[in-house]
């Protein structure tokens, strides 16, 4: 059974910066791609990165390209989340989600792709 436990969430003010984790468990995640996922109240959830496990390939939403970054660490099984100069309209609760796809494909920027989803992070931004 997949499990994904985020973390790293909290409260910052305008153009800081947090790092999300997503701990994950119960598969070898090597054929996996991996991706973050945002959904602020009444807005539907929606798209932020992805990367594919075994090469390491990254994508991004155009709102948070050149300020997030995702990674992963193969030996802790973890995929991170790194979001710098941070906005207002980033306040959402973020969420980690995985899909046993080799490929990455633009399906993966659907949130009815993914297999798995973890329970989410709260980050809000202060103004």
């Known amino acids: 059974q997949v499990q994904l436990v985020e973390s790293g969430g909290g409260l910052v003010q305008i153009g800081g910066s947090l790092r999300l984790s997503c701990a994950a468990s119960?598969?070898?995640?090597?054929?996996?791609?991996m991706g973050w996922f945002r959904q602020a109240p009444g807005k539907a959830r929606e798209f932020v990165a992805a990367m594919r496990w075994s090469v390491g390939s990254t994508y991004y939403a155009d709102s948070v390209k050149g300020r997030f970054t995702i990674s992963r660490d193969h030996a802790k099984d973890t995929v991170y989340l790194q979001m710098n100069s941070l906005k207002p309209e980033d306040t959402a609760i973020y969420y980690c989600?995985?899909?046993?796809?080799?490929?990455?494909?633009?399906?993966?920027?659907?949130?009815?792709?993914?297999?798995?989803w973890g329970r989410g992070t709260q980050v809000t931004v202060s103004s």
């Open positions: 989600a995985a899909d046993g796809s080799t490929r990455y494909s633009g399906s993966h920027r659907l949130f009815t792709t993914y297999d798995y």
């Open positions: 119960g598969r070898t995640f090597n054929s996996y791609v």
